[in-house]
């Protein structure tokens, strides 16, 4: 794979990340920039879609060509190792949460602070104590999962109840553009049952 003066191994790929950034000033769009990186974990490449004398249109196009030869190339592969980690129990890591036979882990936990004001709300409120609502924060597994959307750049993951769960940004979060098709996939044809404890 070569753009620029950059050529990284196809099969040395381990993480993708793309998007679209709009620069606004007073609310008009000046500028919008088209960009994939690739990296191999010891460097990393940038493809940006961009040219000053190309239409919005070409450069849109160019944007969807490079992303359409990417797929089999880089995140059918990537696609494999997530389906592949979480079948043999070691799971894969996407920001800061991990993805393994038993659900989603994030890996911070509640501050002081936060504890403090949750205490405080749960005495006046009442509901889930404190413990509770943070090994929510922290744990969700596979049959309290309630699905994936996409708004504003960002894939979100939800609870059962559909509350917002967590959220990553595409454009800046690595893998994060692979787990709408891993999680379409294990969905399909109920998978699911066969990768995750459920």
């Known amino acids: 794979m070569s753009f620029g003066y950059q050529t990284l191994k196809s099969d040395e790929i381990i993480a993708i990340r793309y998007g679209v950034y709009k620069s606004y000033v007073n609310g008009i769009r000046t500028s919008r920039s088209y960009a994939v990186w690739l990296s191999d974990r010891r460097s990393t490449m ?18 969807r060509d490079t992303l359409k ?8 592969p990537i696609l ?5 980690n979480l079948n043999n129990g ?22 002081a602070v936060q504890k403090g004001l949750l205490s405080a709300w749960v005495s006046v409120a009442g ?34 109840n559909k509350s917002l769960w967590t959220q990553f940004s595409l454009r800046d979060t690595w893998n994060a553009v692979c787990l709408g098709p891993f999680l379409e996939f294990l969905y399909e044809n109920n998978r699911l049952a066969s990768f995750v404890n459920t």
């Open 46 to 63: 940038m493809i940006e879609c961009a040219s000053a004398f190309a239409s919005s249109t070409a450069v849109e196009s160019r944007y």
């Open 69 to 76: 030869a990417l797929y089999p190339a880089v995140i059918v």
């Open 80 to 84: 494999e190792s997530f389906l592949a």
């Open 90 to 111: 070691s799971g894969f890591q996407i920001a800061n949460i991990t993805f393994d036979r038993n659900g989603m882990h994030r890996l911070d936990s509640y501050g």
């Open 127 to 160: 509901g889930k104590s404190v413990t509770e609502r943070e090994q929510l924060h922290q744990h969700m597994t596979w049959r309290d999962f309630g699905g994936h959307s996409f708004s504003e750049g960002n894939i979100r993951l939800h609870s059962s």
